[in-house]
């Protein structure tokens, strides 16, 4: 009676290796491998300092954003 749990252990293993051989279910295959897509292009390089002129704060309103409310305020007074 002592043996019986380590022999059916032995059997169930010797019987699941004859119909299940290593490798042959579904989880095991390799992964296909990986698609290599080439990066896209970067932009040209573009330096804000190399600008041909200086900036006009009338025209670029990002150069000066506190202008806007001190024109509105001058305009109301």
Same mark, same amino acid.
């Given at each position: 009676?002592?043996?019986?749990? %380590? #022999?059916?252990?032995?059997?169930? #293993?010797?019987?699941?290796?004859?119909?299940?051989? $290593?490798?042959?279910?579904?989880?095991?295959?390799? %992964?296909? @491998?990986? /698609? /290599? #897509?080439?990066?896209?292009?970067?932009? $040209?390089?573009?330096?804000? +300092? !190399?600008?041909?002129?200086?900036?006009? !704060?009338? /025209?670029?309103?990002? /150069?000066?954003? +506190?202008?806007g409310?001190?024109?509105a305020?001058?305009? @109301? @007074?």
């Amino acid at each position: 009676m002592n043996d019986l749990i %380590p #022999r059916l252990a032995a059997w169930l #293993r010797s019987w699941l290796d004859r119909h299940f051989p $290593a490798g042959a279910g579904p989880g095991l295959a390799p %992964p296909p @491998a990986p /698609v /290599v #897509r080439p990066a896209p292009p970067l932009p $040209a390089h573009r330096s804000p +300092y !190399g600008l041909d002129g200086p900036l006009d !704060g009338d /025209v670029s309103a990002l /150069v000066r954003p +506190y202008l806007g409310d001190t024109l509105a305020h001058e305009a @109301a @007074a």
